[in-house]
């Protein structure tokens, strides 16, 4: 039976802080910075909005961390920087690692999908971009259910849709938020820890593997 790879998209297989040197345009040195808190943001407001039971999609969620990440760091962006930031979301690089790694892991006959909480059009808008959209077999957003990741009914619309058995199913992701969500549903995961000094959460459910990159991943599954 082939082995169903989940990859979460930002984090993992493309670079959320790649919209850096956009930022440079608008805000100088304080670019990193301000990449950092609007990631921090973005993330935070899918789970409140989750628990909360008020989805709104994840364009919504980023463009409101934006704009929290400018108040915050009174960066006063106008309408036109604004535009150009939200639409260098669509045009995010992909890792190095990644379209080797993702081509070793198809021609092992694994099934890879892309699973985010982007909607598909985002997702599939940036897979394009960064040229490796033709890996997955399918884009699964959590929009078709109108909630976030790590809700449990999210892990387990990627085992529906792959028509597979929990235990074959694996999530690949660099968020350990993400992969905690994905053991609690049943699923196996591998944690990409791709930056030193970042920790896992001590939560006691640990991950199925954890390789530092993609290429290990390949190595390791093959």
């Not at 997702?123 to 699964?140: C, M, N, P, T, Y």
């Not at 259910?145 to 809700?151: D, G, H």
Request: include cysteine; proline fraction near 3%.
């Amino acid at each position: 039976m082939s082995i169903v790879l989940a990859f979460d998209i930002y984090g993992t297989l493309i670079d959320p802080h790649g919209v850096v040197t956009e930022l440079q345009r608008h805000v100088g040195d304080r670019a990193a910075e301000f990449s950092r808190v609007w990631r921090d943001k973005q993330l935070e407001y899918t789970w409140r909005r989750g628990l909360m039971d008020r989805y709104q999609d994840f364009g919504v969620c980023t463009l409101q961390a934006l704009d929290y990440a400018d108040l915050l760091l009174q960066t006063h962006l106008d309408e036109s920087a604004r535009a150009s930031l939200m639409q260098s979301y669509r045009t995010l690089p992909a890792y190095a690692d990644v379209p080797a790694a993702l081509e070793s892991l198809r021609s092992a006959g694994h099934r890879l999908f892309a699973f985010s909480n982007g909607t598909a059009e985002m997702v599939g808008a940036v897979l394009e971009h960064a040229r490796i959209r033709d890996f997955f077999e399918h884009i699964i957003s959590v929009d078709e259910l109108q909630t976030f990741k790590p809700s449990p009914e999210v892990y387990r619309r990627v085992i529906d849709i792959a028509d597979t058995e929990s235990g074959n199913c694996w999530l690949v992701s660099s968020n350990g938020f993400d992969v905690i969500g994905a053991v609690s549903a049943g699923m196996k995961a591998a944690w990409l820890k791709r930056f030193d000094g970042v920790i896992f959460d001590p939560w006691g459910i640990d991950p199925t593997l954890v390789v530092q990159s993609l290429d290990e991943l390949a190595q390791k599954l093959s």
